[in-house]
């Protein structure tokens, strides 16, 4: 009757969704679906790694964030007033302008502490370094403070400051002098005198770039002298330094057995142990590909800074995120050992039971991160 060719049907269309072939294409479609939640945990890793890098910008203005020390710099303005124009229309123009002088030879020591300061669950390497910066200033050379226009220089000599750009003024964490050659020690004062920087163009800086200046006699930069600033400053994340010299040499030393080494120069020497990193630049002349002396009002060498980066050896949200890229494989995989578990065993697993197996992978990336956050990623796994 009716029923019974209903029942015949039905039984038929049972027996084909059973069949290996038509199962291991529903198994396919199953995995691709199970995309869709590893798509709302990889969204949820994102927001956990979000709210990681808002609390290490925190602490970063607690303590002091990426510093960049860039300089020092002599810089003397100076004026040239001249007349255009013929006849009755003659005007008289002043212009400013300001010379930037370079030191002949520039040394660079660090000394860098590193420790991690923790806020809740989450820690940043935050850094002590105990800067010492020494070189000498050549006499200028006599076409420093020319005429554009044909008209008269007049040099403002008392006006002339040593300058040295620091990303974050705020960490530092003693009083700055600056020793000179003969005269004695000079303080320093805040601000880039003349200078400006530019505007800062990465919003994940703690701060905007500043720096501090000091005061050089006329009859100091004149002839020429030797220099020394000492610095302690408080940091996190990296430190760069700028081939501020004609010829730079810089050297760092740390704790820290995790250092990458970044920036347009790399280090001609590194020796890095588990206790700490060892590195030391030389930067020539010709290869900074500035000449000795420039006209700006800008800090130079702002983008061709060399430092070196404190990493965390394992950053666990980007671990996560990644085995999150091959979680379409993960789970096919796994179907795949029951797929042939249920072949060769005769058994009859229903696709249901498969949809939970699948559900079941994807909290194992749930508890991956809530674990993760607090034993790290090795035992969470």
């Given amino acids: ?34 995309l869709v939640p590893s798509i709302f945990v990889w969204v949820l890793v994102e927001e956990r790694a979000d709210r990681a890098k808002d609390v290490a910008r925190e602490i970063a203005r607690s303590w002091g964030g990426t510093q960049e020390i860039n300089g020092p710099y002599l810089v003397i303005p100076f004026t040239e007033t001249y007349t255009t124009g013929l006849g009755e229309e003659v005007e008289t123009k002043t212009v400013r302008r300001t010379a930037v002088l370079f030191p002949e030879r520039l040394t660079v020591g660090a000394d860098i502490t590193v420790e991690e300061r923790q806020k809740s669950i989450y820690s940043l390497p935050v850094y002590n370094a105990q800067l010492a910066l020494a070189g000498t200033f050549a006499a200028p050379p006599a076409d420093m403070f020319d005429a554009r226009h044909g008209g008269t220089i007049d040099v403002a000599a008392d006006k002339a400051v040593l300058v040295v750009g620091i990303r974050d003024v705020r960490a530092l964490r003693s009083e700055v002098a600056l020793g000179l050659s003969g005269t004695g020690a000079v303080p320093f004062e805040p601000g880039l005198g003349p200078l400006t920087a530019d505007a800062d163009r990465d919003p994940r800086r703690s701060s905007s770039p500043s720096g501090i200046n000091a005061a050089v006699s006329p009859q100091a930069w004149r002839n020429g002298f030797s220099f020394d600033v000492s610095l302690q400053l408080n940091g996190s994340t990296a430190i760069y330094f700028a081939p501020a010299g004609q010829t730079t040499k810089v050297s760092a030393r740390s704790d820290w057995p995790h250092p990458g ?64 890229k091959y979680a379409i494989g993960f789970i096919s995989l796994t179907f795949l050992a029951v797929f042939v578990l249920e072949m060769r065993s005769g058994w009859r697993f229903h696709w249901i039971q498969y949809a939970l197996v699948g559900l079941a992978l994807i909290i194992f990336y749930v508890m991956l991160l809530a674990f993760a956050e607090h034993v790290g990623y090795a035992p969470a796994y």
């Fill in 261 to 324: 080494f970044t920036g347009t120069f790399l280090p001609e020497t590194r020796i890095i142990t588990d206790t700490g990193f060892d590195a030391a630049w030389t930067i020539p002349y010709l290869a900074r590909g500035i000449p000795k002396v420039m006209e700006t009002s800008h800090l130079p060498l702002q983008n061709k800074l060399m430092g070196v980066k404190f990493v965390e050896p394992v950053n666990f949200y980007q671990t996560i995120s990644r085995s999150l």
């Fill in 1 to 34: 009757g009716p029923a019974a060719q209903q029942h015949t049907a039905t039984g038929k269309f049972m027996t084909f969704l059973a069949s290996p072939a038509v199962k291991f294409i529903l198994i396919g479609v199953l995995s691709f679906l199970l």
